[in-house]
């Protein structure tokens, strides 16, 4: 379970603008979470749904549960 980083501590969904992956910060590992904020890659989206990100192009990476995406639009 990765630690919320303070610039994104309200938010559920991180995307990575170098690749428009989307990341649930709780279930992606920490190294990648790291990586995001280090690189300042990173995009919040609102409101902050997987519907959203898609909506802006963005993929779930392969570590978000597939219940993830049924549980956060419901």
Known sequence: MADHPIRFEHARWLGDK?????????SAPQEVIDDIVAAEAGQAFG??????ARNR???P???VPAGSAVAAEA
Not at 18 to 26: F, M, P
Not at 47 to 52: A, K, N, Q, R, S
């Open 47 to 52: 409101p902050d749904t997987l519907v959203e």
């Open 18 to 26: 170098r690749t428009q992956l989307v990341y649930e910060i709780e």
């Open 57 to 59: 192009g963005y993929r």
């Open 61 to 63: 990476h392969g570590s």
